[in-house]
């Protein structure tokens, strides 16, 4: 089993702790995780793009000349895709993008995305993250700490913590989420992923 170090959020040492093969120790499937990137994306669109067709342009109601006679080609409307003004042919419509991976690829995708950062040495745990105000000072701090200021950090606790998720959201490229907003684009975003011993408890009873 994967055995790691846990640290204050001072960045002092405190103790270790073994995490669960299954899900920290899993070979990193990237085809899964591009596909879990691309789900995660797909349903953040919004598709509100919109063309009008013949049938929503205004006007057009009035034959616009007789259809015998005139040596002119036959016309029903003004509004015809062909004419200037007109509607548009198999323009886009308001449509969702969103689409859904099988339950299995999802939580292995979360594995392969919390194996790949242990691997590479940017899974910090530490003992609890809390402040006993939001301030964003705080966050600078405990980054300064890690010697991760000019980097990318996530924060996973058990839950949503309102002190760490307002001190953490004044910043740019941080971010705090509880365990139960855990997702793959977020671990991979962002270069340094700090969890609390109590998150990681409850992700390996989620997902073991």
């Not at 990137?37 to 034959?63: E, N, W």
């Not at 000349?65 to 003004?85: F, L, Y």
């Not at 392969?112 to 006993?132: H, Q, R, T």
């Not at 839950?159 to 760490?164: F, K, L, P, R, S």
Request: glycine share 10%; charged share 25%; no cysteine.
């Amino acid at each position: 089993m994967p055995k790691v170090a846990v640290y204050d959020i001072t960045g002092n040492q405190t103790g270790d702790m073994e995490l669960n093969e299954n899900v920290f120790g899993v070979e990193v499937n990237e085809a899964v995780l591009h596909q879990a990137v691309v789900m995660q994306l797909a349903s953040q669109r919004l598709g509100t793009h919109s063309t009008k067709t013949r049938g929503l342009v205004r006007g057009g109601g009035r034959k616009p000349w007789k259809q015998k006679g005139t040596g002119r080609a036959r016309a029903g409307s003004t509004r015809s895709p062909i004419w200037v003004g007109g509607g548009v042919v198999f323009g886009p419509q308001p449509r969702s993008y969103a689409f859904r991976m099988p339950r299995k690829q999802r939580r292995l995708a979360l594995k392969s995305a919390l194996s790949a950062k242990l691997n590479e040495g940017e899974l910090v745990v530490v003992d609890n993250i809390n402040f006993e105000q939001p301030k964003t000072k705080s966050v600078i701090k405990m980054l300064n700490d890690f010697k991760a200021a000019n980097e990318k950090a996530l924060f996973i606790t058990a839950d949503i913590i309102d002190t760490v998720e307002k001190s953490a959201r004044n910043i740019p490229g941080v971010k705090a989420i509880g365990s139960m907003g855990l997702n793959v684009y977020d671990i991979l975003y962002h270069k340094k992923v700090f969890i609390t011993k109590d998150a990681v408890t409850r992700i390996e009873e989620v997902l073991a």
